[in-house]
């Protein structure tokens, strides 16, 4: 059997619990008889993803706090490690200074130095850094910032460039491929032919997600929907839909997933609500869910509006035009005590919405970011469901509601939802809240894709690190030994993938036998259980 010289660029370390992933299956790839090369930052850059504006400032210290927390791991889980500096000449950091403060900001995003786009594979960090989705090329520290960022993906792609010369391996192991110096070791590993691999927390607690190729960004989104056609048609078992269900109640109650929650109000009930806004009781209601944009504004995704205010500003209007009472839900992590800081520029412009439409206030409702009115309440009242995007649409259709999506989106591809594709069509809104839909189809199609997209696409089991909340883990095994070949199925699979490219991500198998007893089990569980337990 060949061996692979496994090359692991880990710039972002600091975030343990990625390390810890990361370095447990460096481990088991090296157990079964590969070459690795564990390469840190060491205080290279000037600009990174670990200290944002937005949330954490850089200051005197940062690098070295930094250094002090990667050195620090990969000694206790003892892998060796080596510093990128150490490939970098220094000729090569004042010619990417130079480049990088020739730049006008006109010039920031296009920029290319040599064969490598770089203003455009930093591009989504800078997003990042200042929270924002759209970057104000007016304002200095952007510009500043932007150009740091260039000048740090130079000198990464310097180094990564060397050491590939050096080392020539075979598969380079990445945390996400997307933020800045990882977007760029992924695409310096494609311009030489190496094969590709990813890794982020999974989408529930105590998984990985590995995947190939791809950042983590829409078209990896793209390529799960692409593999659900093989699951689409398979009925959920009597434990996948326990297992789904009891993820949507966690939801509920701002557990579940593997990150922070984002519901922070207790539940008060729907007939509440109505009160509160003096709905009356036969009202259908729309309710529109805003996104949190900034972690994808660099992607190319597919729009049908200028950006997410042009969508809500519309909405608003047909609202009006119909005498329909509309709720507009602004996402927590906008500006609220659990947001990761604050998106202002999203912001302001949620206010000014608000502000130019203050006389409908009796119709269009705006329910700020910081609010305590919790969303599953707003749920309960709705008829139709509008995002742009937000999984909370998926959600609401778990639970058979009608939902209309307006921008690319993970569930848009699903036959029971109203995926908007022009603008002309989106103002056939209110005849949407006419049509009767069948719930229990809507249920069904719904249901199995949260399953196969949560607890298939997004996440392989992984009991060597245990997450003791969303941002810190500890380790579950005693000794390498316990890493080695047959010791664990889960990790297994992953090192088969990774080493001999089997796929993660299986093809359903089941008797005709099964299917038809699942069938069975899924029907009546839908109809019989599954609303009661969620609403």
């Avoid at 090359?7 to 370390?13: E, G, K, Q």
């Avoid at 829409?218 to 434990?239: A, M």
């Avoid at 199995?448 to 009991?463: C, D, G, I, N, Q």
């Amino acid at each position: 059997m060949n061996s692979h010289r496994v090359l692991c660029y880990s710039p972002y370390n600091a975030w343990e619990l990625h390390g810890q992933y990361e370095i447990t299956i460096l481990h088991a790839l090296r157990l079964r008889g590969n070459e690795i090369k564990h390469v840190l930052c060491n205080g290279v850059f000037k600009a990174c993803d670990i200290y944002w504006d937005a949330t954490r400032p850089r200051h005197a210290m940062s690098c070295v706090d930094c250094q002090a927390q990667t050195t620090s791991l990969s000694s206790r889980m003892r892998m060796p490690f080596t510093g990128l500096s150490k490939y970098i000449d220094s000729s090569e950091y004042e010619k990417a200074s130079a480049f990088s403060k020739s730049l006008g900001p006109e010039n920031l995003i296009n920029s290319k130095f040599e064969d490598w786009e770089i203003g455009e594979w930093v591009k989504s960090s800078v997003h990042s850094h200042f929270r924002a989705s759209e970057l104000d090329f007016t304002n200095s520290r952007v510009i500043e910032v932007y150009a740091d960022y260039i000048e740090s993906g130079i000198l990464a792609a310097y180094g990564l460039s060397r050491l590939i010369a050096e080392f020539k391996p075979s598969i380079i192991f990445l945390f996400n491929g997307r933020q800045s110096t990882t977007r760029v070791a992924l695409e310096i590993a494609k311009l030489n032919n190496i094969t590709r691999f990813m890794h982020e927390r999974g989408a529930v607690y105590d998984t990985i997600g590995i995947w190939k190729d791809l950042p983590l960004n829409s078209t990896l989104v793209r390529h799960y929907k692409s593999l659900w056609k093989s699951w689409k048609n398979k009925p959920l078992d009597k434990n996948e839909i326990n297992t789904i269900e009891d993820f949507l109640q966690k939801l509920q109650n701002g557990k579940g997933i593997n990150w922070k929650s984002f519901v922070t109000a207790r539940r008060i009930g729907g007939k509440r609500i109505k009160n509160l806004f003096k709905i009356k009781s036969n009202q259908k209601i729309w309710s529109l869910f805003t996104s949190s944009r900034d972690e994808i504004a660099s992607d190319e995704c597919k729009e049908i509006f200028t950006n997410q205010s042009d969508w809500i500003e519309r909405t608003i209007n047909i609202a009006i035009k119909n005498n329909q009472p509309l709720l507009i839900r602004i996402h927590p992590n906008v500006a609220s005590k659990v947001s990761t800081g604050v998106n202002e520029g999203e912001l302001k412009s949620l206010i000014d919405l608000e502000k130019k439409y203050y006389k409908y206030r009796d119709l269009i409702y705006f329910i700020a970011s910081d609010s305590d009115i919790n969303t599953y309440d707003l749920i309960e009242i709705t008829d139709v469901g509008i995002t742009y995007g937000s999984t909370i649409g998926l959600e609401m259709a778990c639970i058979g509601k009608s939902v209309v999506v307006c921008s690319e989106a993970s569930y848009d591809h699903l036959e029971n939802i109203w995926t908007v594709k022009n603008k002309d069509q989106y103002e056939d809104l209110h005849l949407l809240s006419a049509r009767v839909n069948s719930k229990y189809s809507i249920k069904k199609e719904a249901l199995r894709y949260a399953y196969y997209y949560y607890y298939v696409a997004l996440s392989t089991k992984f009991p060597y690190v245990k997450m003791t909340d969303p941002h810190n883990a500890v380790l579950n095994y005693n000794s390498l030994e316990d890493l080695l070949p047959g010791k664990e199925e889960y990790l297994d699979r992953i090192c088969d993938y990774i080493l001999h490219n089997k796929e993660i991500i299986n093809v359903p198998n089941i008797s005709d036998e099964e299917l038809e007893k699942n069938k069975i089990i899924e029907a009546e569980h839908i109809q019989n259980s599954f609303v009661k337990k969620y609403i």
